[in-house]
């Protein structure tokens, strides 16, 4: 299954209206085990999300952080519903 | 199928060597057919680049970009196969 597909698929299920969202998924692994590399993708997503909000309004309430970590894979998901783009003022 | 399995079972056909890999995939759905909004994925890209390259040193050679769009979803990925952490100096 590709990532589009899995992603299309997703949406569907949840999609009841349709909005404007954005996903951002940060698939980290690690080469060794339990390397000694600091862990930086809490701070990577603070930052992300600071450009992110350069193109897009967040609202923290429209905001879902999901962490996932599996033998030497982090997976950090943060979905974004984006407000409806307003009139052209 | 959940995102982590998707991710794990790519890692498993791909990975001949333990690397350290970081990815980043931006799914943006769009909410209207062919909306008006200016497309900022390839801008956005940019600067999440930058943005991750104060945690990682990336090469542009260990960097694969694909871009899929279907019905209103457009999905970017980002691979970076990231340089082995150097002996501690």
Redesign the interface.
Known sequence: ?S??S???GE?KKT?TV???????????????RG???PD?LP??QR??LA??S???RIDSNDLKVHF?R????E?L?VKIELP??GPAR
Do not use: D, F
């Open positions: 299954m990532l589009l899995l992603l299309l949406k999609a349709a909005k404007e969202r954005l996903q951002i998924i940060l698939a980290h692994e690690r080469s060794g390397g000694t590399q930086y701070a990577l930052e992300l450009v992110i350069k193109y897009v996932e599996q033998e030497n894979l997976v998901e409806e783009p």
